[in-house]
């Protein structure tokens, strides 16, 4: 009977979540998946799109007056 009881709570212990909710879950999943490069680099290409449109209609400004 003991050593049923004991099966049982390490059983219990088993399946006890390290984390205090799913938010904190989450988090440590999307960490863990940028460690391993799913995400890939972040990409300036709108920054630099956006600074090349406004050199050219600078340009054009320029150019007409």
Known sequence: ?????????????ALACTFSSSDEFEAAVIRARREAGAFGPRRQWRYAAGLSAAAAVLAILIWVS
């Open 1 to 13: 009977m003991l050593a049923l009881q004991l099966n049982a709570e390490r059983a219990g212990c």
